[in-house]
């Protein structure tokens, strides 16, 4: 996969628009709406097969997604604010909603995403100065296991100074 350099230039879409994937348990994209493409600025060939990943922007700390993807291997949706990043490293920011998808025998198969335009205010106010935090974290330490250990350690005493549960946190923004 070619390296993208982050713009600062931001990317917005619609608000009546819904941005879906699907993704197999590896998290390798099944399936992509027209408007996932157009934001992201990627053909559905480009982005068949390529890892969920492909629109992670390096902004986004990793603990998030480790708390994604533990969420939904636990058999759970969840929801998520998430800044991705376009094929021109332009980014967006996106409220997510995951959830697991089965088979008729209740096996997993895969993953099931749609995502929204997300709140500005929680974005800008809440979102950004966190995620900075929980990316400031991870930063401090060489390796990935122990920048994703520490970013996630920040995460879970974060949502315990507040009394809070991840889930809980979301809905009160």
Known sequence: MKRITPTNREVFFPA?????????????????NETFCKIA??????LMGQPHS??????????VFKLLWDTLFDGREI??????????????WVFAHATPS?????????FHSTRRVPNRNVVENVITPLYAAILSEEQQHQNGQKQLAAGFDFVVNFLQSKNTTYDALIFSL
């Open 54 to 63: 492909i629109v992670r922007h390096p902004e986004m700390p990793r603990a």
């Open 79 to 92: 929801f998520a604010y998430v800044k991705n990043m376009t094929k021109d490293g332009d980014y967006y």
């Open 102 to 110: 089965y088979d008729k025998n209740r096996n997993l198969v895969g």
């Open 16 to 32: 009546d628009e819904i941005i879906v994937s699907k993704t197999d348990t590896k998290g390798r994209i099944t399936y992509a």
């Open 41 to 46: 600025g990627y053909s559905e060939a480009e």
